[in-house]
């Protein structure tokens, strides 16, 4: 079964509109931590945010939001503004548990392209 | 300024030869990853190492092999046994300590056989 589900292939959305990307994780352990990295076409992983479990409060950095649902184990990426640059390949992440050195598993990506 | 350095940033193998894909990091962290990504498949764990000269299989090991013995340096070598090596390989490291920002990752190298 695979741990981590993004199930929108490609997403085209206006240029200055929100967007949301999807996400859900499936993993027993109480502890982990769920990411979100931009690809570029160049290929380069960018960091996006980070959310870990027992974080409370959604977290945010500039025009990027995790909405983090955990009895859904849900955790969708929100950008809002959205501009041209940002068109890209998106993907969620997960580390289980608590050891920041441990593997970190991908979902296949959204492909997002912004219009203008 | 510290980062990951991978190269090349192109690659091509004739059927049967084996490659050697560099990275070196001079961000002093512990754990380096390998990743193979291929359209549409995401990112996929070849090998990770936690400390010099100890690494883990990852999700698709067969047809690779990675040395670890210094903690700059994690070589990727892609084998005559892996049937299908084309694909895009990212290598990746982090710090265990600190801000979690997960990876840093290197700008990859695109693997080609010819």
């Known amino acids: 079964a695979q741990k981590i589900t993004q199930t929108q292939p490609g997403m085209f959305v206006q240029e200055k509109e929100a967007v949301t990307l999807d996400c859900t994780y499936d993993?027993?352990?109480?502890?982990?931590?769920l990411f979100w990295y931009k690809q570029p076409s160049s290929g380069e992983m960018i960091f996006l945010i980070y959310?870990?479990?027992?974080?409370?409060q959604n977290a945010t950095e500039g025009r990027y939001s995790l909405n983090f649902q955990k009895a859904r184990k849900s955790a969708n990426l929100v950008i809002s503004a959205s501009q041209l640059g940002d068109s890209a390949m998106y993907f969620c992440?997960?580390?289980?548990?608590?050891?920041?050195?441990?593997?970190?598993?991908f979902g296949k990506g959204t492909r997002l392209h912004i219009l203008p | 300024d510290g980062g990951i350095t991978q190269s090349p940033k192109y690659l091509f193998r004739k059927e049967g030869q084996n490659v050697t894909l560099s990275c070196e990091q001079n961000l002093n962290h512990d754990a380096m990853y390998w990743y193979r990504q291929d359209p549409g498949q995401g990112l996929r764990l070849i090998y990770y190492?936690?400390?010099?000269?100890?690494?883990q299989k990852g999700d698709i090991a067969e047809g690779y092999s990675v040395s670890r013995e210094k903690k700059e340096s994690f070589p990727l070598t892609v084998t005559s046994a892996q049937k299908n090596p084309t694909a895009f390989y990212l290598c990746a490291s982090s710090m265990g300590t600190g801000g979690d920002y997960g990876y840093t990752f290197g700008s990859g190298t695109r693997l080609t056989v010819v």
């Open positions: 190492s936690q400390i010099v000269n100890d690494f």
């Open positions: 992440a997960m580390r289980e548990g608590i050891n920041r050195d441990d593997k970190i598993i």
């Open positions: 993993t027993s352990d109480q502890s982990y931590g």
């Open positions: 959310q870990g479990s027992y974080d409370e």
